[in-house]
């Protein structure tokens, strides 16, 4: 076994430089083995005793790590297992919580910014209220019981409904839009029973024409119960601005005038804007179309036999028609047109209508073929005509009639939208082959 010591001698310099040098490893072998002999020195001279009987069981174990091998390994587990224990236990902070320095995650406040410098006067911490320290400086605040806490008439109360689904607050002003232009001016009017178109621009002082072209109608009869219809207030035109109008494009384009056009509309400037409904006085649109022509029929042996009874020559010469309403603020509603061949004269309810001209009954009573209560007569040379829609008829079938004798009163029996007599001219026999003619002609 190797003596103990008593210690060695003091290194020279040369040995202290050399040792300096030397690798961390090769140290830790070194002072391992030099642990490792003095353990067993000590337990040699202490193994009389059962303590020292153990303490030399021990010895022979660490004995094994004498060698600089074997004891390397052992002491770098040895170092790494008390860095692990040390890294487990708890921290003890530097500096207090919250304080300027140390740790925590509590709010920090560094008076005066953590620079080393005296305060100012205005810089200096006042605590309010602090016993001791009251100068005379700090006055309490004591609020009287009946203050007012509910919102002044100056505070914006939102209402809830001002807020959309997601959030979004609706602002309580909108920017004035209201245009004028001559939509107020124009009336609304639904059509009722025994309405003709005639009918209704005359009971609004207007031409059938300006009816007709404001509601872009297809033909005169193209109404039915319940339509509405736009009735402009003077004749004329209604029109809609578009991005290139102006009022003197306007004006010079439906020959009108701009000053009209603004007294009419009710406009205070010239300016127009694009959707702009305006009421142009005096304009025309496109003419109802021309009814296509009515065939004529073949001409027949002539005659010069003027007679009031059925057949006889193929020319009417009786003369020149009678207006077949008497009175009644009576006027032409419909004329002759493609489709509608006869003239519809309105008039009040119950007007007197009379024979155009002198002739026989054909028949007289009621039809189911739309034209309600009716008479027809015969004038000769295979002219006839017919009165509908009468509210009665005054002859008999197989009566000589004079010119201008009554036949009826006006009505809209059948297929009428309002009073009116539909008269008819017919050259040929009436629904058997003959044909209808614009009455207009023999007036």
Known sequence: MHKPTDGAPRPTEPMRAARSRASLPHRLNRRSVALAWAIQAWMHGHAATPAGRLRASLASGLRSLSTAERALPVAVAAIVAVASLLALLPGTPAGAVGGVQGKGEDVRIAVNGGVNRPLTAAEAPVTLGAPGRNDGTFQPIVLPEDLAVEPTGGSEVVDNGAFLDDGTLVAGYAPETTIEDGSSTIVRYKVKSGDTLGAIAHRFGVKMLTVYWANKLESKDALHVGQVLRIPPVNGLIVTVTDLDTLESLAAKYDSDTARIMAVNGLADETLVVGQVLVVPGAKGEPIPTPKPTPKPKPKAASTHHS????????????????????????????????????????????????????????????????????????????????????????????????????????????????????????????????????????
């Open 308 to 443: 009031t009874r059925t057949g006889g020559s193929t020319h009417y010469t009786g003369g020149n028609f009678r207006w077949p309403v008497v009175g009644g603020g009576n006027y032409v509603s419909q004329y002759f047109h493609y489709g509608h061949y006869a003239i519809d004269i309105a008039a009040d309810y119950g007007s007197p209508v009379v024979a155009a001209a002198g002739g026989r009954v054909t028949f007289a009573g009621w039809k189911s073929n739309g034209g309600g209560w009716q008479v027809w007569i015969s004038h000769g040379s295979g002219l006839y005509t017919t009165y509908n829609h009468m509210s009665g008829v005054a002859v008999g079938r197989g009566q000589y009639v004079g010119r201008g004798q009554r036949v009826g009163r006006v009505g809209q029996s059948g297929n009428a939208t309002g009073p009116h007599l539909h008269f008819e001219v017919w050259k040929g026999p009436i629904w058997d082959g003959g044909t209808r003619v614009n009455p207009m002609r023999y007036f």
